[in-house]
């Protein structure tokens, strides 16, 4: 068996009113920073049992957009600061979340956000207690933080291990009031999360065992997404699914999908999960060529017979968005151009070419 690492040092607590039970034993300082995007927070019922559950003192920023920029954090950086808080509570999706981890370092480093990507930071992060509200990003168990970098019109990730959440409470039901498209965007993005980890360069036998267990709980999904049609044992299936894919991309990092997606969002307004989803079948056509059995494996823990039959699946998911981007040939190069210098497509198995790029991205025009 090869040599690797495993590290995943956040604390997991999943289920029903685990903040109400949970959050008031767990003793990070005396000031939280509670960080939540506009609405969701409150609408699903996670920031009133923080509050509830909460000991010490609080402030509040709940600014963060979606797909969350530098000018946001940069923001939020300088409110941690006038607060003087010592750990950091995130509520939300992955935009929240991610906001939330470079706003723990900001509150500790007064630089740029730019320049974390440069030279990193010399404080680390305040501690982080992580409650996600979608089942898409596994934010809460990752390393990463993803923000929308203006200047280089596109999203780039920054990690370290600081940016581990000490703790992630996991509820279900905080994703019962998820619109259903929402529901499948982020889903898919859980899925991409597993599926590319299993695909990607850095797997190892670890990262695999999780991976495949997490694709396996999502194969429980399919139709209900199919038929929009979500009771609470899916929702469970699908956070737990979206935790372990956090996990997975933890140890392995993403790959072209990824990549590629970010130009989809960017250029496109997708959601980050849709942007995936649109790709995810020409990637799997594109790997079964480098790594059939792979494919194969993952075709079978999710109940589908071929790749056919995984892209009809992506097509009845994202009827209203495949196919519709509109992509022309000057967007396609530039695209590839922009995927082909990220770390993401370097993870992808069969080492694709600008070339292979360029044919997936023709595909879904
Ligand atoms: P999101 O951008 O956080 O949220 C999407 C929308 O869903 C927002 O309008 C949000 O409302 C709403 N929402 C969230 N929870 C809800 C709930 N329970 N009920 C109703 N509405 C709810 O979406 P996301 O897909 O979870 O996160 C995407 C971001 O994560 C991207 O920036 C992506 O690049 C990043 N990402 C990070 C990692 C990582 O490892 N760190 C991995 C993959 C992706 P509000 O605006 O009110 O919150
Ligand atoms: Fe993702």
């Not at 939300?92 to 906001?99: F, I, Q, V, Y």
């Not at 999203?155 to 499948?184: C, H, M, N, R, W």
């Not at 049609?229 to 990824?258: C, K, Y």
């Amino acid at each position: 068996m090869e040599n690797f690492n495993y590290f995943m040092p956040t604390k997991m607590m999943f289920g029903s009113d685990v903040v109400k039970r949970e959050l008031g034993n767990i003793n990070l300082g005396k000031k939280a920073l509670i960080v939540t995007g506009k609405t969701s927070a409150k609408l699903c019922g996670a920031l009133d049992d923080v509050l509830q559950a909460l000991n010490g003192e609080y402030a509040i920023f709940d600014q963060v957009g979606n797909n969350p920029t530098v000018e946001n954090v940069l923001q939020g950086g300088k409110f941690a600061r006038e607060n003087s808080c010592d750990y950091v509570i995130a509520i939300g999706g992955g935009s929240p979340l991610d906001a939330a981890k470079v706003i723990a370092i900001l509150a500790v480093n007064d630089v740029h956000p730019l320049d974390l990507y440069k030279s990193g930071w010399q404080n680390e992060a305040l501690p982080i207690i992580a409650i996600p509200t979608t089942s898409g990003t596994g934010s809460e168990v990752t390393q990463y933080a993803v923000l929308t970098i203006e200047e280089s019109e596109t999203k780039k990730g920054l990690g370290g291990p600081d940016l581990f959440p000490k703790v992630a409470f996991l509820d279900p039901e905080y994703t019962d009031s998820l619109p259903l498209q929402i529901t499948i965007d982020t889903a898919v993005d859980a899925l991409s999360h597993l599926i590319e980890g299993y695909f990607s360069k850095r797997s190892t036998a670890a990262s695999d065992l999780v991976a495949l267990q997490g694709i396996s709980l999502w194969g429980t999904a399919i139709s209900a997404l199919r038929e929009g049609n979500l009771n609470r044992d899916i929702r469970r299936n699908l956070l737990l699914a979206s935790s372990l894919g956090g996990i997975t991309i933890a140890q392995t990092g993403t790959t072209l999908v990824h990549a590629l997606g970010y130009s989809l969002t960017y250029y496109h307004g997708y959601p980050h999960g849709r942007a995936n989803g649109v790709l995810f079948a020409e990637y799997l056509r594109y790997t079964a060529g480098v790594a059939l059995e792979k494919v194969q494996t993952v075709l079978d823990l999710l109940g589908l017979s071929s790749v056919d039959e995984f892209a009809d699946v992506m097509n009845d998911l994202f009827s209203d968005y495949a196919g519709k981007l509109g992509l022309s040939e000057t967007m396609i190069n530039s695209y590839v151009k922009k995927a082909m210098q990220t770390k993401n497509v370097g993870n992808s198995l069969g080492n694709p070419s600008a070339k292979e790029l360029t044919r997936i991205l023709e595909a879904i025009v």
